[in-house]
């Protein structure tokens, strides 16, 4: 698959799965796969465009007959073979394409069509270590403040009429308002649509839950099982990514989202929870010494320096710490 071109995806049973989401095996597959390759995120998206074309071209009672006949053909979980077809690209997909027909009449219509090839999308990827954040501007003027230990792949000039983008980890969003371009956060199972917003993303791996929380506008959200929720500001959807159900509940901005401007809040937070917050924001790893299941901890801080938070976090719990080669050795006071 690595050498797969955007015809072999868009020829390919289970990522014809994967983009319709109806086998969750192969959405789950496909999901993994590309976020262990983002060099091939420009060949996805093309595929994705491919398909995508299907449903701008063909009337909408002909395209549910034809996305049905799809459906049917892959009621049986079908998930990918990891080595490539010993046959020729070509011959291999067109096997696919003389089942389905329609990504047949697809890539025809493509082809014989040169004035409207699918745009070529280049992605930039950014990564930031622990102890780091960045504020990015993406091409449509939306800005995004990317959190610690988090990774964000998007276009660098947006050309659909779609403003996508993949998120792993956590950033706040503010989105430029564009009715006729929706703006699209993918964070694993679960796509946030908006038009112009600001809302946070929480997203870590390997994490049971995606939260997305909003501050302004107005978004909506949608796992792979085609459930939605519509936000509204003030309100947070929690995505449990073990038993996929999607919930709506109320936030504290500031213990959401404050760590865009350097605040670190707890409100009553097991120790692991704590550890990685403090982790993320200053690099160091937490290390508890006997650790007390029934541990929690509340308190807020605004841009302290690493070592008064532990202070005050070792005077609260009765802890003494010690610090050595970047890790912070917590232990009961004798």
């Known amino acids: 698959m690595e050498h797969y071109q ?86 291999a997909a067109a096997s696919v394409l003389l089942i389905l027909g329609l990504v047949g009449g697809l890539l025809y219509f493509n082809r014989s069509n040169p004035s409207v090839p699918p745009a070529k999308v280049e992605w930039v990827h950014h990564s930031n270590p622990n102890g780091k954040k960045t504020r990015l501007t993406l091409s449509d003027g939306s800005t995004v403040i990317l959190n610690a230990a988090s990774t964000i792949h998007y276009p660098k000039t947006f050309h659909s009429n779609v403003r996508e983008i993949r998120l792993e980890g956590e950033a706040f969003f503010s989105v430029a308002h564009d009715s006729t371009k929706p703006f699209i956060v993918q964070t694993g199972e679960l796509s946030t ?57 109320s936030f504290d901005s500031l213990a959401v989202s404050g760590w865009k401007d350097g605040y670190l809040v707890f409100k009553n937070a097991d120790f692991k ?37 532990i202070e005050n976090i070792s005077f609260s719990k009765h802890l003494t710490y010690t610090i050595h080669h970047r890790k912070i050795y917590l232990s009961a006071e004798k």
């Open 6 to 91: 955007a015809e072999d995806f868009a020829a390919e049973a289970s990522f014809i799965a994967y983009y319709l989401k109806s086998d969750p095996e192969a959405v789950a597959f496909w999901e993994h796969w590309i976020r262990t390759h983002p060099e091939k995120l420009d060949e996805i998206v093309a595929a994705e465009n491919l398909l995508d074309l299907l449903a701008l071209r063909l009337p909408t009672e002909e395209f549910e007959q034809e996305k049905e006949r799809m459906r049917q053909y892959l009621d049986t979980p079908v998930i990918p073979h990891i080595q490539r077809s010993s046959r020729k690209p070509w011959l």
């Open 273 to 309: 929870t704590v550890a990685q917050a403090i982790e993320r924001m200053y690099g160091y790893e937490i290390i508890l010494k006997n650790p007390n299941p029934t541990w929690h901890y509340t308190g807020s801080f605004y841009r302290e320096e690493m070592q008064r938070v």
């Open 193 to 249: 649509s908006v038009l112009g917003t600001e809302f946070n993303v929480s997203a870590y791996s390997p994490a049971n839950q995606v939260t997305v929380s909003l501050h302004r506008g107005k978004v909506q959200v949608e796992n792979a099982l085609r459930q939605r929720l519509v936000l509204m500001p003030g309100q947070q959807a929690i995505f449990q990514t073990t038993t996929q159900k999607l919930t709506r509940t």
